[in-house]
């Protein structure tokens, strides 16, 4: 596993880790193969020397739109309404891209909280595609504030509070059979902290 040295990579390796355990739940494989190393180092890599991009939020709310209407957190279908991944307060957009459904409970608890710092404190991992989302507007902010070559280091003496919880951006994520892929539905599978996908 390569030591994120800046902001972006450190952003680049969790996207690139989460693109890879993606593949795998796609191939139904169940564990990490090849194939899926391939994946993450290629677009790792591709990603740090602006040979390949972020894909847009595009294709993610076209899955929304598939995806059985059901809380994005728990995958209950009871009580939903709108809510930010990345919440307002925190200065997360009032756009589709940041909003998901979630059930009363879960809309409850997280309240203001970052979505990573919440789903750490119930000991769960967040499902892949919510995870992408909160990926990719980290990523587009730090973009717009000139923040990806900052390196680690440094951010605590940059005096910018971040909107996302950088510190709590996964590096390492569970095997494949404890991942969620999809929100709600049959596909909801268990979620915890076990880690893997050095």
Not at 40 to 60: E, H, I, K, Q
């Amino acid at each position: 596993m390569p030591k994120p040295r800046t902001i972006g990579e450190s952003l680049y390796w969790s996207y690139a880790n989460l693109a890879m355990m993606e593949g795998v739940l796609t191939d139904g494989a169940g564990r990490l193969g090849r194939r899926h190393y391939a994946i993450r180092s290629r677009l790792y890599s591709g990603l740090c020397n602006d040979t390949m991009s972020v894909r847009g939020f595009f294709d993610d709310e076209k899955m929304k739109l598939r995806l059985p209407k059901a809380c994005w957190y728990c995958g209950s279908p009871e009580n939903l309404s709108a809510d930010h991944i990345v919440p307002q307060a925190q200065r997360g957009k009032d756009g589709g891209e940041n909003l998901v459904y979630a059930c009363r409970s879960c809309n409850s608890s997280k309240g203001s909280k970052d979505m990573l710092i919440w789903m750490a404190s119930k000991g769960r991992f967040p499902p892949l595609y919510l995870l992408r989302r909160y990926l990719k507007m980290a990523i587009e902010y730090c973009r717009e504030h000139n923040l990806m070559d900052v390196p680690l280091a440094e951010v605590a003496r940059l005096g910018h509070e971040l909107p996302f919880a950088l510190d709590h951006i996964p590096h390492r994520y569970p095997p494949a059979r404890l991942l969620c892929k999809w929100v709600g539905g049959t596909e909801q599978k268990a979620c915890d902290k076990e880690g893997t996908g050095e």
